[in-house]
C-alpha cells in the first residue's frame, strides 16, 4: 500500500520570506501523480500544484515550485514570497495511474503559519 | 463556474439517528469521490464513482455506510445508525474523468454526533 509522510506537523515563515514543506511518498509503483493540496480554515481543499512521475522537470505554479527527487521518493513545496493568505494546511497527496483505483492517498498535513 | 457543493455545510445528530450528506460535482464531471477527514485518521478514502457506478467502495468503514449517485450527478452518502466515531468532515470530490485527472473538492460537511 502507499504511504505518505508528512515530517513537519507545524512551521511558520515571516512575509515575503521562503519557505519548503517536506513530503515522502512509499510506492512500488513507476508511474503515479502526486499533488500538493492547500485547506485554509474554510475547510475547501485547493489544488496548490501537480506532477507527473514520468516528468524530470519539477512543476511550478507562480510562487509555488517542487522539488520532486523520485529516486528518493521525496517532493517537497516551496513557497516563495509567502503572503499571509498562504496560512492553511497543506496537505500532500499521492495517485496511481494502476489498479483502477484512482483515490487519493494524503499525508497528515503541515500546518503552515505567515506571520506579517 | 460553479465548484463542488455539498450539503448540509454543518449537521449535528444525536447517536443512533440515520443521515445523508449530498454532493453535487462541478457540472459535466463524470467521477465523483467521497473523503473523511478526522482529527485521528486524517484525510482517508471512502469511495469512488465512475458515472452511476462504484467501482471502489473499499473505504467504506462499516455497512452501516452507502452511498448512491443518480443520474451521473448529485451524490448521496448515507451513515445509518449514527455513532460518536462517525463524527468528522465529509469531503466530496469530482473530476472530469475517472483515472489521473485532478480532484476539485467541495467545502465539505461537518459532522457531529452527540
Known amino acids: 500500500a502507499q504511504t505518505v509522510t508528512q515530517s513537519q506537523p507545524e512551521m511558520s515563515v515571516q512575509e515575503a520570506e521562503t519557505v519548503t514543506l517536506s513530503c515522502t511518498y512509499d510506492t512500488s509503483e513507476s508511474n503515479y501523480y502526486l499533488f500538493w493540496y492547500k485547506q485554509p480554515p474554510s475547510r475547501q481543499m485547493i489544488l496548490v500544484i501537480r506532477q507527473e512521475a514520468y516528468k524530470q522537470q519539477n512543476a511550478t505554479e507562480n510562487r509555488f515550485s517542487v522539488n520532486f527527487q523520485k529516486a528518493a521518493k521525496s517532493f517537497s513545496l516551496k513557497i516563495s514570497d509567502s503572503q499571509l493568505g498562504d496560512t492553511a494546511m497543506y496537505f500532500c497527496?499521492?495517485?496511481?495511474?494502476?489498479?483502477?483505483?484512482?483515490?487519493?492517498?494524503f499525508g497528515k498535513g503541515t500546518k503552515l503559519t505567515v506571520n506579517p | 463556474g460553479a465548484g463542488v457543493s455539498q450539503s448540509p455545510s454543518n449537521k449535528v445528530t444525536e447517536k443512533g439517528k440515520d443521515v445523508e450528506l449530498r454532493c453535487d460535482p462541478i457540472s459535466g464531471h463524470t467521477a465523483l469521490y467521497w473523503y473523511r477527514q478526522s482529527l485521528g485518521q486524517g484525510l482517508e478514502f471512502l469511495i469512488y464513482f465512475q458515472g452511476n457506478s462504484a467501482p471502489d467502495k473499499s473505504g467504506l468503514p462499516s455497512d452501516r455506510f452507502s452511498a448512491e449517485r443518480t443520474g451521473g450527478s448529485v451524490s448521496t452518502l448515507t451513515i445509518q445508525r449514527t455513532q460518536q466515531e462517525d463524527s468528522a468532515v465529509y469531503l466530496c470530490?469530482?473530476?472530469?474523468?475517472?483515472?489521473?485527472?485532478?480532484?476539485?473538492f467541495g467545502p465539505g460537511t461537518r459532522l457531529t454526533v452527540l
Open positions: 497527496a499521492f495517485m496511481t495511474s494502476q489498479g483502477g483505483s484512482e483515490k487519493l492517498v
Open positions: 470530490a469530482s473530476s472530469l474523468v475517472w483515472g489521473t485527472d485532478t480532484q476539485y
